[in-house]
Nanobody, 124 residues
């Protein structure tokens, strides 16, 4: 059974940075694309970033492009999200997820496994 565990969330002032990490289990981690999603209160879960199985392809939502960076370490079975220049509108619960296609799609329905989420709060 695959497990994903996020860490690194917290409270930060606008303009600050946070590094989110997602630790995974399972022998086939390197074949999965990984994604980060977020959900703010009263809103739908939205795509933030994804990285292909090899790490050779990344994708970002327009709202975070240029501020966030996703990376993965297949040997350590981890994926990270470096978040810079944070804004109050980035406040949400952030989830990592695994996409078995290996491509890193945007729709949440393409992801089979999800972590429990980590809270990110950006104060103004």
């Amino acid at each position: 059974q695959r497990q994903l565990v996020e860490s690194g969330g917290g409270l930060v002032q606008a303009g600050g940075s946070l590094l989110l990490s997602c630790a995974t289990s399972g022998r086939t981690f390197s074949s999965y694309a990984m994604g980060w999603f977020r959900q703010a209160p009263g809103k739908e879960r939205e795509f933030v970033a994804s990285i292909s199985w090899s790490g050779g392809s990344t994708d970002y939502s327009d709202s975070v492009k240029g501020r966030f960076a996703i990376s993965r370490d297949n040997a350590k079975k981890t994926v990270t999200l470096q978040m810079n220049s944070l804004k109050p509108e980035d406040t949400a619960v952030y989830y990592c997820a695994a996409d078995p296609t290996g491509l890193g799609a945007r729709p949440p329905g393409e992801y089979d496994y999800w972590g429990q989420g980590t809270q990110v709060t950006v104060s103004s």
